[in-house]
């Protein structure tokens, strides 16, 4: 035995999930994204984070190199950044850095440089976080979908091990 | 879902990636056939090359031409299926442009099975 519990990874994954909608990171469209995932698209929420994964670190690059020009910061520019940041991340259910794009946005409307800073401190961190947990929560998903796959083994390994 | 024996069409129109992926696949799982335009430029193309649609979930904020501009020039073309806004802002002036420029319905951001269903026994009640 390999020592993985199915259940215990699905607790695992439960109680993850658990906290991070506690913590307000995620809202019920991540709940919505796991509904859609499906036989046909079985790896549909991993995929989806990931291609959102790829877009954010983009948009985080485009909204820093924006910021660090001190001399003419494009408030326009990172307005139309933001607000796809925020709409991809409301898809997912990253509730939390919706908020804080929200804020960042309301911010380069006013051409509040100060604000604007410190919005994408916040929005890194926030970004951070969100990618080690979610990178986390697929980890153990895999874990137990490989788990899965020992404890019910295809049918000709029980014909030549009876005791199996 | 199907409409006199043939499935009920939709096209989503955004220009974030990730929208489109999500948004496809929500609407493909209540039946849907779909298309995606990246922005209201795309979609206008579609239509003019003949293609049409029950509905369209429109972005209001996207490059080269954006969701309040293609709502004006669909419905000036004379397209009269149901056009659905979806906008990251909540109410305000920006959305009250959008809704002006021919919506039929305007939802803030996530699209969702909820908004979907809502959108369906519309275009049922239209249709009928």
């Known amino acids: 035995?390999?020592?993985?519990?199915?259940?215990?990874?699905?607790?695992?994954?439960?109680?993850?999930?658990?906290?991070?909608?506690?913590?307000?990171?995620?809202?019920?469209?991540?709940?919505?994204?796991?509904?859609?995932?499906?036989?046909?698209?079985?790896?549909?929420?991993?995929?989806?984070?990931?291609?959102?994964?790829?877009?954010?670190?983009?948009?985080?690059?485009?909204?820093?190199?924006?910021?660090?020009?001190?001399?003419?910061?494009?408030?326009?520019?990172?307005?139309?950044?933001?607000?796809?940041?925020?709409?991809?991340?409301?898809?997912?259910?990253a509730q939390r850095l919706r908020n804080v794009c929200a804020a960042f946005r309301a911010a380069s409307e006013l051409n509040n440089r100060p604000g604007c800073l410190r919005a994408l401190e916040l929005l890194e961190y926030e970004y951070c976080y969100l990618k080690n947990k979610l990178h986390e929560f697929f980890q153990i998903e895999q874990q137990r979908m490989l788990a899965a796959a020992v404890r019910y083994p295809a049918p000709q390994q029980h014909r030549n091990n009876p005791q199996g | 879902m199907k409409k006199g024996g043939r499935k009920i069409s939709a096209l989503v129109v955004d220009d974030d990636r990730v929208i489109r992926v999500v948004e496809e696949k929500l609407l493909v799982r209540f039946g849907l056939e779909?298309?995606?335009?990246?922005?209201?430029?795309?979609?206008?193309?579609?239509?003019?090359?003949?293609?049409?649609?029950d509905f369209v979930v429109m972005d209001m904020e996207m490059p080269v031409m954006d969701g309040p501009e293609a709502t004006r020039a669909l419905r000036a073309r004379g397209v009269d299926c149901m056009i659905v806004g979806v906008t990251s802002r909540g109410d305000g002036p920006e959305k009250a442009e959008f809704e002006a420029a021919g919506l039929n319905c305007c939802w803030e951001k996530p699209l969702n099975a909820q908004i979907v269903g809502t959108i369906l026994d519309k275009l049922a009640k239209k249709l009928s």
């Open chain 1, 1 to 93: 035995m390999l020592g993985l519990s199915v259940e215990q990874l699905r607790a695992d994954m439960n109680r993850l999930l658990a906290i991070l909608f506690h913590q307000g990171v995620l809202d019920e469209q991540f709940l919505q994204l796991q509904q859609l995932q499906d036989e046909s698209s079985p790896n549909f929420v991993s995929e989806v984070v990931t291609i959102y994964f790829h877009e954010s670190e983009k948009l985080l690059r485009n909204l820093r190199a924006l910021l660090v020009d001190k001399e003419l910061s494009d408030y326009k520019k990172m307005g139309i950044h933001l607000n796809q940041l925020m709409g991809s991340s409301s898809s997912i259910g």
């Open chain 2, 34 to 53: 779909t298309k995606v335009a990246k922005n209201g430029k795309e979609a206008l193309d579609l239509f003019v090359a003949g293609n049409t649609f």
